[in-house]
């Protein structure tokens, strides 16, 4: 069986000298012998020892607790229920950490579309970032509702060709215009635009954004602050005004 020195246990535990020789001094981690010029020697069971104590340390535990949990008579018990918590806010941290790095991401893909950066350009990511999954959402909401009306549309069109039959492209006029309708005000109710001149946060009329070019995540639209008509970029509203704070 293996025996360490002093010096060799710590350094195997990432710990100083002072450190093992303080434990000693407290009982918490005693020599299982000393050699015949009087060195201490540990043997795999107090590297075991010594290393649980390290993790108790790392985990916020005072001396003297675990002193009196290594005394207990099952504290692998206890020290499993550590390691559980431990793993936790572990797993937390690790979460956040995600999130972050997800964030830094996106931020580095809306800086690659912008022209021209500047400081309120990430006051202006800042509030695209925040409102971003409320904008996916409405964006999938407009989507999956269109996919029957769709389907419906498909379904006439080939009837009407191959049987005749043009009464269900009529049913499908009688619900594609109202779903057209709903859609569109539900759309410009909940988006409104970043001014890529001033940064203004604004809606634009009803008939400009309906009729305006866009792309997935833009609208040429002119700003009622600087009066400059171009490419702005689309974010959540969620109310009939524009949405500045």
Known sequence: MSKYTTGEIAKLCGVSVRTVQYYDSRNILVPS?????GRRLYSEDDL???RIICFLREAGLPI???SELLAEE?????????????EHVLQEELHEAQKKLDMIDSIKQELKELEHFSVESIGDIAHIMKQKDKLTKMRWTTVLTGIPVTALQWISIILWITKGQWWLFAVWA????PWGIAVSVYYYRHAAYICPECHEVFKPPFKEMFWAYHTPKMRRVTCPKCGQKRLCVEVYSGRDGADNG
């Open 64 to 66: 003297n607790s675990i």
């Open 174 to 177: 009688c619900v594609a215009i």
């Open 48 to 50: 075991k020892r010594m």
């Open 33 to 37: 012998e000393l050699s015949e010029g």
């Open 74 to 86: 099952h504290p692998e018990n206890i020290i499993s229920i550590l390691l559980d918590q431990q």
